[in-house]
């Protein structure tokens, strides 16, 4: 069984759409986190959400939002895609304390034409 | 806000140990040591972590100097499979998924048949 799951793998889709990328633990973990990979291969963490509680990178666009439906989902909402958004998005979870390590999906790539 | 210096790259012949260095000078007391490594298209993978004390699991050991400023991560008998981008991270002991895990631009590990 795959522990934490993204979907889609892929995603193409032209600027302005909103879409949603799915992520799934099934860790029992009590926080999850999604992160952005550009295309020089920096790992920037996007938002942590924790028991109801969303820590938002400030640097994050306000386009991007993270719905939590209960703790084992968290997804990603982007609306009005720009190119820029291009990347591949991983979605993470931990354990609450933390000192035990995240668990990362295998990751979206997002493609904006 | 990555605070730890790793070296960009490294080469490592297939079952030589691959010895990875890390600074982490400015390390606070209440910080551990992670280490994670990104294998290619794929998302980050946990490998182990420390505060103070030598730790060794199926994967790696981590050796923390005395006065915890760099560690070095082992991996005692490399495979091809192991070629990998490699992160030193520190971070502290969180309650509350507020401290993130921040990485920086980690050691590209070859390992050469």
Redesign the interface.
């Known amino acids: 069984d795959t522990a934490?799951s993204q979907t889609p793998k892929y995603l193409v889709t032209q600027m302005g759409n909103d879409k949603s990328i799915k992520c799934e633990q099934n860790l029992g973990h009590?926080?999850m986190?999604w992160?952005k990979q550009d295309s020089k291969?920096?790992?920037?963490?996007m938002f942590?959400?924790?028991n109801k509680?969303l820590?938002i990178n400030e640097t994050v666009p306000n386009r991007f939002s993270p719905k939590s439906p209960d703790k084992a989902h968290l997804n990603l909402h982007i609306n009005s895609l720009e190119l820029g958004d291009s990347a591949v998005y991983?979605c993470?979870s931990?354990r609450?304390?933390?000192?035990?390590?995240?668990?990362?999906?295998?990751?979206t790539r997002l493609t904006v034409v | 806000d990555a605070k730890t210096t790793q070296p960009p790259s490294m080469d490592c012949a297939e079952g030589r140990a691959a010895n990875l260095p890390c600074n982490h000078s400015t390390i606070s007391g209440n910080e551990y040591v992670y280490w994670y490594r990104q294998i290619h298209s794929q998302g980050p993978q946990y490998i182990i972590h420390g505060l103070k004390n030598n730790e060794t699991n199926e994967m790696a050991s981590l050796i923390i100097t005395e006065d915890r400023k760099s560690s070095t991560l082992i991996l005692p008998h490399a495979t091809l499979r192991d070629t990998a981008v490699y992160y030193c991270i520190v971070k502290p002991v969180d309650q509350t998924g507020a401290n993130n895990l921040f990485f920086g631009t980690g050691t590209r590990l070859t390992v050469i048949p």
């Open positions: 934490v009590d926080t986190y992160y291969k920096f790992l920037k963490i942590s959400y924790n509680e820590i991983f993470a931990a609450a304390g933390g000192e035990r390590g995240y668990t990362f999906g295998s990751g």
